[in-house]
């Protein structure tokens, strides 16, 4: 969180340093947070397990509190609704989430709103507040995989006209930097096609994008087991698992690659990159 453009870091309870991690599950989204408060070192950090159907969901969350949560999409903005109970009052939020135009800042407008006489929001006597917080990706390294959408043609031909047009949109998104509305869209084929090698390529590399190693790596992961082998999905994972800082998953990926001539130079510096990396 960037605490200068951030209304979180001036409340009357500043919050200091604030992480948001945004993980593709099975089902849905797991949002995980972890600030600081009060000069305390992750005073707050819980997990919250999303369905993107609008549907509630049970998670326990900081400070072993239940807490029902439900999420959406309109448009290019994610929707987080949630209900926890907090010292015999009920306590509502609205968090809405939205990228700017290059991907590489989200903003989060939120809406806290305290029942029963709760007197915990803020220095006014509402019951309700409203917030907007400034989220920063983190820079990423060297290392930047990229899309080959003629190595990825075969398993993408597999699939039907209907998701070849999903597919096609998918890819015209990614090209405009609207990552998550391409993430929405590829999720939803991914667990149609599960198996299809080629989506999950697609779909890790637009975690990536979102800053979402780790989601990326189970996808790439998953590319590399499903269908034929194919050297570029090799590599696609080599470079996940070096951003991940999977050493041996890496080192392992990059002697599959040995004796290839078409990677045969970034190979080469990405293992240098590697021997510099371990020391």
């Known amino acids: 969180m960037d605490p200068v453009r951030s209304e979180s870091a001036h409340q009357d309870t500043p919050i200091g340093q604030s992480t948001l991690v945004i993980r593709l599950t099975g089902g849905g989204l797991a949002m995980e947070t972890i600030r600081s408060e009060g000069g305390r070192p992750a005073a707050f950090h819980e997990t919250l397990n999303l369905k993107l159907d609008g549907s509630e969901t049970t998670s326990t969350g900081n400070a072993g509190v239940a807490v029902i949560a439900k999420a959406h999409w309109d448009g290019n903005r994610l929707f987080v609704e949630t209900l926890r109970n907090v010292q015999d009052s009920t306590v509502t939020t609205l968090y809405v989430h939205s990228l700017s135009a290059n991907g590489r800042e989200m903003t989060v407008d939120k809406t806290l709103t305290v029942q029963h006489g709760y007197q915990g929001v803020s220095a006014s006597s509402s019951n309700t507040g409203h917030g907007k917080d400034i989220f920063v990706r983190v820079a990423a390294p060297d290392v930047q995989p990229q899309l080959d959408l003629q190595a990825l043609s ?63 790596l189970g996808d790439a992961r998953n590319a590399e087991d499903s269908g034929a082998h194919s050297p570029y999905k090799c590599w696609f994972l080599a470079q996940v698992a070096y951003l991940a800082g999977d050493q041996p998953l890496c080192r392992r990926e990059i002697k599959h690659l040995a004796g290839n001539t078409e990677y045969q130079a970034q190979v080469e510096k990405l293992a240098q990159d590697l021997k510099t990396q371990a020391k």
């Open 154 to 216: 075969e398993p993408l031909r597999n699939l039907t006209p209907a998701e070849h047009d999903v597919v096609d949109k998918a890819i015209k998104l990614i090209g405009q930097k609207k990552h998550i509305q391409a993430l929405q869209d590829l999720t939803g084929l991914t667990a149609s096609n599960p198996m299809n090698s080629g989506l999950r390529v697609l779909r890790a590399y637009v975690l990536l994008e979102l800053g979402n190693v780790t989601g990326a």
